[in-house]
């Protein structure tokens, strides 16, 4: 079939009907799950909204409420690929505050600088992955052993060289990734810049059509689809920049969920772990190298971890031994919360992003509202089977 | 007075009969095989009686000591001294040959387990047989042939009057088959009735007093096995014209496109089991070489020792176009111009909850896509073509897999492979379980794509099937290499006694 022929511009035009239909009638699942949960948080904004007087939706709370989700949210961009890939890690929170030890101690002890600390907050958190990676895939340790394992070992790692103190940091700069925020102007530059990339992949989407013999390009139609995404992003930057501007994190944390984003969507790699989550035996005799592939996300999962660890840690302005503790439970309830199967194959990061934002909400309206520490975990570990058991439950119908 | 009596069975699947009126005696004492091609109806006439399929879902009347049996589950037929052992063994690894025997009903008082009479008891049994056995030792640390003696332990630990045996040598080495034989024989001197599936003739002409023939889910006849020679058995077992369903091939041979010396495989549980023994075969573009043989005759262990991705030991060696070639791994096959329709599509060939997209791109994906960014308008283009040319019906190729019908889910497999652009491909059971116009449909497109050039490697389980697509065939028995034949001599008799290795 050439470019350009008859038919494959009938065939074409047929694809594009049915991908309407399935969004107009019927919904993807994963899409309609999507809209599901965005009415959830909704639920969830309003009533906080209101039980608090009107203190939970103001620019300052979520403002705070961005930032106390970053940490978790990188976490689960990493995670969500290494469930969708079939795989577990129960180490993260362990290995965040190993990281986060590392560039502590790189900064104030042996005074490296902080490009150095940096580097090796997110250097170590790859060479752990990595390590985590081969026990799994290539010795055939099965990763919940493994990475449980790591829970204990990095915790007990931090412990070891904090020599179980709490080492503050002085280095101001080091404490600004987790404190600072864009200055109003910045904010404006960056989202300039975004809707300007939102508007070229239109244009790119709409030309392909036209280079591939599909037919007509269909600039206003691309256009139109793009008004969403510009107009969250103008509402995005007016609601930080009438508080402090955009905090670091949340924008280091945009970058991390697009740059995640992109590899599940859009790259072989991302294509690799779905296959191998989905159906290992297939993807293996589709010539898919699913250790390498399985070393690979584990690796990029300790990366984020550094970074998480960087935010973390310059946050709260010390490396302790228990930071971190409990992260992984957080990041594994954000993907599930998402979407994820546990069983592989199936999770979006976009689901991950938005069960982080959950998961923040109810702590960061429920501490708004002076709920007692026990009944919030009380709460959101029934939150976090209520929602899987609803799934599965919509699962079964479908 | 018969042990056991099965009159007229009839048993339906959705727009198959798979049994057709089967009748079927056993006598104490007796040792009665079952024979036939695969799909013809023999484990499915097990299932109906060991109460797998439970009274209802079939007609005709099962009589055991002339009592007609109503078995609504396997408990019931067990109840009624029938015992059965499948092909796949049903014992659990971890626990102990004892656990093992008495699963389910160990002797025990308020549910506490008494372990001394349970090894007491398991070491009686396995004395009885022979067996030296320790009944304390786990059964993942036995042998797969000590393995199958254990669940023939555990079927008479429940005093069993009907043994059912399915291919139980399989797995089995020589010697260990010697050992089984010796115990059934004992057996039967005991007065147990056995009913014994093999495809191994030798076998079955060495312990049987009679022999019945299946065929497309009909008794063809049974047989005094004094009576009748192995070449009267394979003619009962074959007797079918090929039907005009396959296109007549017409294909112009050029070089040699794969060429395949000494390949030996070894069983991944059982490593001293050699499954394919020293095979060597070439196959030339344009030709479909077709490879024949019966359950557990290495097929499938053969294609995928070539294609890198057996999990057990394998050694051979390779000429691609003339050429020696090495392959380590699938992708090394893929990128040397192999492709590999595997069996089993929802085991082995698709993600199911994936769209047909998704499947049909994978195996390619670089090529087609992008090597590391993606271009889904590039990878629907690609998939486009054998969507078209394959008939693959769906609304859409974002239509999910696992929700399309056999036929087309095959079609999505092999479109996976045809997007690779493959120089030889090898197609596995192609046709298993799908329905006839889909079937008619990949015997057309295997037809075209020979004559397109392509070399053609076809494992299939179905005779007619290999004899009416084949240029060339070669039969393997047990490994082996048993027979080839060309198109014009190849006869369904020809080709059934080398795959019973006679």
Redesign the interface.
């Known amino acids: 079939m050439k470019p350009g022929s008859i038919e494959t511009i009938v065939f074409w035009h047929k694809f594009n009907l049915h991908m309407e239909e399935t969004k107009t009638s019927r919904f993807s699942a994963t899409a309609l799950r999507a809209y599901i949960m965005i009415a959830v948080l909704g639920l969830i904004w309003a009533y906080f909204h209101w039980a608090t007087d009107s203190i939970f939706l103001t620019p300052r709370n979520l403002s705070n409420l961005m930032t106390q989700m970053s940490v978790t949210a990188i976490l689960a961009v990493g995670m969500l690929m290494v469930i969708v890939s079939g795989n577990i890690d129960l180490s993260v929170g362990s290995v965040l505050g190993f990281a986060g030890g590392v560039a502590a101690y790189s900064i104030t002890m042996l005074e490296l600088g902080l490009p150095v600390s940096i580097v090796a907050a997110i250097a170590i958190g790859i060479v752990i992955g990595i390590f985590h990676g081969v026990l799994t895939a290539y010795l055939n340790i099965p990763a919940f052993i493994v990475t449980l394992g790591g829970l204990l070992a990095w915790r007990g790692a931090v412990k070891w060289l904090l020599g179980g103190n709490t080492v503050p940091i002085s280095n101001d700069t080091f404490k600004a990734i987790g404190n600072e925020n864009l200055p109003a102007m910045i904010g404006w530059v960056l989202a300039a810049l975004a809707i300007a990339f939102v508007l070229l992949m239109a244009y790119r989407k709409a030309r392909s059509v036209k280079d591939y013999g599909l037919g007509e390009a269909n600039y206003t139609g691309e256009l139109l689809k793009s008004i969403i995404p510009i107009g969250g992003i103008i509402a995005f930057i007016i609601v930080m920049n009438s508080y402090q501007g955009v905090p670091i994190p949340v924008l280091i944390l945009v970058v991390v969920a697009l740059f995640g984003a992109f590899l599940t969507n859009s790259t072989t790699f991302g294509r690799y772990l779905y296959a191998i989550g989905g159906n290992a035996d297939a993807a293996r005799l589709s010539g898919i190298n699913n250790k390498l592939n399985i070393l690979k996300v584990y690796g990029l999962l300790g990366a984020l971890t550094g970074v998480a660890a960087l935010i973390f840690t310059a946050r709260v302005g010390s490396a302790a031994p228990d930071a971190g503790v409990l992260k992984e439970l957080d990041a594994i309830a954000a993907c599930v919360i998402g979407g994820a199967s546990l069983m592989g194959g199936r999770g979006t990061i976009f689901g991950a992003c938005l069960g982080a934002l959950i998961m923040a909400s109810l702590d960061n309206g429920m501490s708004l509202l002076n709920v007692r520490d026990f009944m919030q975990d009380i709460i959101k570990g029934s939150i976090l089977v209520a929602a899987v058991g609803l799934d599965m439950m919509g699962r079964k119908q479908s | 007075m018969s042990l056991l009596e099965m009159r007229n069975i009839v048993k339906e699947f959705p727009g198959v009969r798979a049994l057709d009126g089967v009748s079927f005696t056993l006598d104490r004492g007796e040792f009665h095989a079952l024979v036939g091609e695969n799909g013809a109806g023999k484990s499915t006439l097990m299932k109906v009686l060991s109460g797998v399929y439970p009274e209802g879902t079939f007609e005709g009347d099962i009589l055991v000591d002339d009592q007609p049996s109503h078995f609504k589950g396997i408990r019931d037929s067990e109840a009624a001294g029938i015992a059965i052992i499948f092909q796949e063994l049903s014992l659990v690894k971890e626990l102990t040959v004892g656990e093992n025997i008495f699963l389910g009903k160990e002797p025990s008082k308020f549910g506490v387990i008494n372990w001394s009479e349970l090894y007491h008891k398991a070491s009686n049994l396995l004395r009885d047989l022979r067996l030296p056995i320790d009944p304390r030792v786990k059964v993942g640390s036995l042998g797969i042939g000590q393995q199958q003696l254990v669940e023939i332990a555990k079927a008479l630990s429940q005093d069993a009057k009907i043994l059912v045996l399915d291919e139980p040598t399989a797995a089995l080495t020589e010697s260990e088959v010697e050992t089984l034989f010796g115990i059934l024989r004992d057996l039967l001197a005991r007065g147990v009735g056995m009913i014994y599936i093999s495809h191994k003739l030798d076998e079955v002409f060495e312990m049987s007093d009679r022999i019945t023939v299946l065929r497309d889910g009909k008794t063809v006849s049974t047989h005094q096995a004094k009576e009748i020679t192995k070449d009267g058995i394979i003619a009962a077992m074959v007797g079918r014209e090929v039907g005009d369903i396959f296109p007549i091939p017409d294909h112009k041979l050029g070089e040699v496109a794969l060429k395949i010396t000494g390949l030996t495989a070894f069983s991944i549980d059982n490593p001293d089991k050699k499954l394919v023994d020293g095979v060597s075969f070439e196959v030339k573009q344009g030709e479909v070489l077709g490879i024949a043989g019966l359950m557990g005759a290495g097929r499938s262990e053969l294609l995928m020792s070539i ?1 890198g ?1 057996w999990q057990g030991g394998f050694s051979r060696s390779i000429e691609i176009g003339g050429r020696p070639a090495t392959i380590s ?3 090394d ?3 040397k111009g192999v492709g ?1 329709v ?1 069996e089993d599509r929802k ?8 769209t047909i997209l ?1 499947n049909m791109t ?2 390619g ?2 090529k087609i ?6 271009n889904r ?2 990878e ?2 690609a998939a ?2 054998p969507m ?1 040319s394959l008939r693959i019906k769906a ?4 239509t999910v897999a696992g929700t399309l019908s056999g036929g087309n889910q095959q079609k999505v497999v092999l479109g ?1 492979w045809l997007l ?1 652009n493959p120089k030889v491909l090898f197609l596995d059971e192609p046709t298993r379980g799908i329905d006839v116009g889909a079937k008619q449909e990949i015997y057309a497109e295997i037809n075209k794509l020979a004559k397109e050039g392509l070399a053609i490697v076809l494992v299939s389980s179905e005779l007619p099937e290999v004899l009416g697509l084949s240029d060339r065939i070669i039969v393997l028995h047990e490994g082996r290499m048993t027979g080839e034949f060309t198109r014009s001599e190849a006869t369904p008799e020809k080709v059934m006694s080398a795959a019973t290795g006679h």
């Open positions: 294609f991705a791994s699938p992708s096959a893929i990128s590999f595997t085991r082995f060939g698709l993600i199911l909850e994936q998704d994978l195996a994906l670089q896509s992008g090597r590391f960014v993606t308008t590039r629907t283009m486009k073509g078209r609304n859409s190729p974002l996976k690779t």
